[in-house]
């Protein structure tokens, strides 16, 4: 779950309703259509890793890496993902099924890849 996805379980009344929330999170269909928005696009990351370069270098760079690859493992699974949202013309769905054992592994191997680059 995105930190920016509480907004649109907020706004539907099921953020603080465990099962509803769950079932949520476990579903690639976004119910909605409003979670993967304005804050999962090209221009956005643009925008915002801009703002931050000029704020704080150091920083700004860290956040636009983590930002793009944010954006580059969200267009991996198979939920949809619309990199230039507004607009829905083109859409990526990705080979990583969605909630799957397959996200898991690929998402321990990542976990496991980060340790040893960190320990080394």
């Not at 956005?44 to 793009?68: D, E, K, M, Q, R």
């Not at 949809?80 to 829905?88: A, E, I, M, Q, V």
């Amino acid at each position: 779950m995105d930190l920016d996805h509480t907004i649109s379980y907020f706004r539907h009344g099921i953020l603080f309703k465990p099962r509803k929330l769950f079932k949520a999170i476990s579903d690639e269909t976004d119910l909605w259509g409003d979670q993967r928005n304005f804050l999962h696009n090209i221009f956005s990351w643009l925008v915002v890793s801009f703002l931050l370069l000029v704020v704080n270098f150091n920083f700004g760079l860290v956040f636009s890496i983590a930002y793009f690859f944010h954006l580059v493992f969200d267009a991996l699974n198979s939920a949809d993902f619309y990199p230039f949202f507004p607009s829905r013309k083109f859409v990526i769905r990705g080979f990583i099924k969605y909630y799957s054992k397959q996200e898991v592994v690929f998402d321990i191997c990542l976990i496991l890849i980060l340790i040893i680059l960190f320990i080394f």
